[in-house]
């Protein structure tokens, strides 16, 4: 098993302006003229990688070995919006070219590697609201294989009108108020991290990710207990070693959430914790989200174990260890 160190990271959630003064001054002439959801992309990723240590001059040569995996549920699902009801109130001639570029799911993802020069793996996926999740095992899948010497990983979705009506016309009830969020970290190569005595946020040990299924024989729950199980089992870490968990769930899924840690983690009680009662339904954030709060509120190097889980069945366990006081 490789551990993939985390050096930092970054969240914003519920903002209504989206902070870009921290941001080096080409960076911010990008975001004030991006979408939503890439200027909260780009201003979490300028603090997590100025806390790194890993902010370049925009002028400079590109890196090859540091890139960008980003989840999302929703991507670029305002400005296709935008774009459309340009498109119907004004026909062909009201298309926005600048508005079409954006209109791509990994629009985001490939804005920041443009602004900071990042041109290692660039990669977007979505997994519902268990996408943030699944980039941050993508992204230690990627380190460890060698592809990359660093990574901005994490998630993001943007929340507004069209989104909301298009939730509640839907009959997608999230059970929490959906809300708007970041979440970045940067993870490393370890031996990478070292030599320039990086901080150290935390340390990945393990991630499984899977599908629950409907199931109306009352087995529901299997697929997220078998990710949880993996995840241990990658991470090497015993049930009965958990400072806390991230409960993730949708209050609809609880009890299926509840079948799965006791069928993973048997007598073994770690502390609950649940960030999205304060934060909301966070979305492809959420993974993420959750981490950080994990590694913020464990004993130092004590290994928690963060979930997702979403009403698309997609879900997600990842195993990560605080940082050492």
Not at 111 to 137: D, F, W
Not at 176 to 188: D, G, S
Request: hydrophobic share 50%.
């Amino acid at each position: 098993m490789s551990r993939i160190t985390i050096t930092a990271g970054h969240a914003l959630a519920s903002v209504t302006h989206v902070p870009l003064g921290h941001l080096a001054e080409a960076v911010q002439a990008r975001a004030a003229r991006s979408e939503r959801i890439t200027a909260l992309t780009l201003a979490a990723a300028g603090a997590a990688l100025a806390a790194a240590g890993l902010v370049s001059d925009p002028a400079a040569s590109p890196s090859p070995r540091i890139g960008v995996v980003l989840g999302t549920a929703f991507g670029c699902f305002l400005t296709n919006a935008a774009y459309q009801d340009r498109l119907a109130d004004g026909g062909p001639p009201a298309a926005s070219p600048r508005l079409f570029a954006a209109t791509v799911s990994n629009a985001a993802a490939g804005e920041l590697a443009i602004a900071y020069r990042l041109a290692g793996p660039g990669v977007t996926l979505t997994a519902g609201a268990a996408s943030g999740l699944a980039a941050l095992g993508h992204a230690t899948d990627l380190l460890r294989a060698g592809q990359a010497d660093a990574l901005v990983a994490g998630g993001v979705d943007a929340l507004g009108a069209p989104l909301t009506r298009w939730l509640a016309e839907g009959g997608l009830n999230c059970g929490r108020p959906p809300a708007e969020a970041v979440a970045l970290l940067v993870l490393e190569e370890p031996t990478f991290a070292r030599a320039r005595a990086a901080p150290v946020l935390g340390t990945a040990l393990g991630h499984a990710s899977g599908f629950e299924p409907e199931a109306a024989d009352g087995s529901a729950g299997d697929g997220l207990a078998r990710a949880v199980s993996a995840a241990l089992e990658e991470a090497d870490v015993q049930p009965g070693d958990l400072a806390l968990a991230v409960s993730a769930a949708p209050p609809a899924l609880a009890g299926l959430e509840s079948r799965a840690l006791a069928a993973a983690l048997g007598r073994a009680r770690p502390r609950i914790v649940s960030p999205k009662d304060t934060y909301g339904e966070t979305f492809g954030a959420a993974g993420p989200l959750a981490l950080l709060t994990a590694l913020a509120e464990a004993p130092g190097g004590a290994p928690v174990l963060v979930l997702d889980v979403c009403a698309s069945g997609h879900v997600g366990a990842l195993v990560a260890e605080s940082a050492s006081t």
